[in-house]
């Protein structure tokens, strides 16, 4: 939205003075909010995307055999893949709308140049993007606190094989490395029937030395950065059009034209 409505007055100002105020109706905080979301839902849906499918790979691989012991993971998988296309639609495009309404406020407080009112319902219109982004943000934070789980996961299952390696430096006997395990049915990602369902030992030693878990943990970290990157943003937007309508209440109460 470029402010200045009238030719003559960039002439009258100089380039200057001009660009100054045209700067000065350029609202940061969501445009700052805008390019966080959008590069903390990149993280999120690229990095979640790909980690979830390497996930399937560990879980047909290592920890179980029947194809049925895995197939809802492989579902949930499956479906929550297409629910990250669409989060990455909405969100792109809801980012773009919020940015669009800070540009609006933002030229309406300040009190641009040109007939630029702000009307009740361009007030309505910012206490809805309020409510709506005030509601996103406490669902995100449930996301936030969902994606820690595979971090969590792979986190203590890096740790277990650290302490195998340990182990086995020091104590001479491969069986006794037997008792450590890591059991992927304790955090819900196998049923408690699925056979094996665990690693032990130097198998889950030999695990956490392929690439393809290195891979998957650096993912699922990414993917949890991501999530709190656009949690962040939200917040921020929550903030930045929270403040705006203040200020637009404020004026019109005062009988201001903004």
């Known amino acids: 939205m470029f402010p200045v409505r009238q030719p003559w007055l960039c002439k009258a100002l100089g380039c200057y003075d001009c660009c100054i105020r045209c700067l000065g109706a350029v609202p940061y905080p969501s445009l700052v909010a805008t390019l966080l979301c959008f590069t903390g839902m990149a993280l999120f849906?690229?990095?979640?995307?790909?980690?979830?499918?390497?996930?399937?790979?560990l879980a047909e691989t290592y920890f179980a055999r029947n194809i049925q012991d895995y197939?809802?993971?492989?579902?949930?998988?499956k479906y929550f893949q297409y629910v990250i296309y669409g989060l990455a639609s909405f969100f792109f495009l809801y980012c773009i709308l919020l940015l669009a309404e800070g540009f609006y406020t933002t030229s309406a407080v300040k009190q641009t140049f040109g007939e630029f009112r702000s009307t009740r319902c361009g007030r309505c219109l910012s206490l809805t993007f309020i409510i709506v982004t005030y509601v996103l943000a406490v669902i995100w934070l449930a996301v936030f606190a969902f994606t820690a789980i595979p971090v969590f996961f792979f986190?203590?299952?890096?740790?277990?094989?650290?302490?195998i390696n340990i182990l086995a430096e020091t104590t001479p006997s491969i069986n006794q490395h037997g008792w450590i395990c890591m059991?992927?049915?304790?955090?819900?990602?196998?049923?408690?029937?699925?056979?094996p369902g665990k690693a032990c030992g130097m198998t889950l030693a030999s695990i956490c030395k392929t690439k393809e878990f290195f891979i998957t943990y650096d993912l699922y970290i990414a993917?949890?950065?991501?999530?709190?990157?656009?949690?962040?943003?939200?917040?921020?937007?929550?903030?930045?059009?929270?403040?705006?309508?203040?200020?637009?209440?404020f004026l019109g109460r005062k009988g201001l034209r903004c």
């Open 183 to 195: 059991d992927a049915r304790q955090y819900g990602l196998l049923p408690w029937n699925a056979m």
């Open 155 to 163: 986190f203590n299952m890096a740790q277990t094989c650290h302490t």
């Open 45 to 57: 849906c690229g990095c979640g995307h790909e980690a979830l499918a390497n996930t399937e790979v």
């Open 71 to 77: 197939v809802v993971l492989a579902s949930f998988i």
């Open 223 to 249: 993917a949890f950065a991501g999530a709190g990157i656009a949690l962040l943003a939200l917040f921020m937007y929550v903030v930045a059009t929270t403040y705006n309508y203040a200020v637009l209440r």
